[in-house]
């Protein structure tokens, strides 16, 4: 059984930075993915970042350049480091893991909180 466990929200000001950290436990093989989501109020569910096991990863445009986004395979840990933070980054963030031989994002952490004030 996969699990995530998300840490690091809170809220600061705009233009402040955090760092989200999501530890992972029960997987077992190799070729996942690894990946941020955010959910804001009244506002769909978006990918924030996503991270293969070879490293490769995809930032989504909204917040490239700002953030960045790592993983530890041996630590099974996933961290997003979030600078330059705007109001509209406000939103609850969650980790989630794609397992090798699935189009889909099977594996969801509760989310951790995140909000900007201007």
């Known amino acids: 059984q996969v699990q995530l466990q998300e840490s690091g929200g809170g809220s600061v000001q705009a233009g402040g930075s955090l760092r989200l950290s999501c530890a992972a436990s029960?997987?077992?093989?190799?070729?996942?993915?690894m990946g941020w989501f955010r959910k804001a109020p009244g506002k769909r569910r978006e990918v924030v970042a996503a991270?293969?096991?070879?490293?490769?990863?995809d930032v989504a445009d909204s917040v490239k350049g700002r953030f960045t986004i790592s993983r530890d395979n041996a630590k099974n840990t996933l961290d997003l480091q979030m600078n330059n933070l705007k109001p509209e980054d406000t939103a609850m963030y969650y980790c989630?893991?794609?397992?090798?031989?699935?189009?889909?994002?099977?594996?969801w952490g509760q989310g951790t909180q995140v909000a900007v004030s201007a």
């Open positions: 991270v293969a096991s070879d490293g490769y990863t």
């Open positions: 029960g997987i077992t093989s190799s070729g996942f993915y």
């Open positions: 989630a893991v794609r397992p090798p031989d699935s189009d889909f994002y099977t594996y």
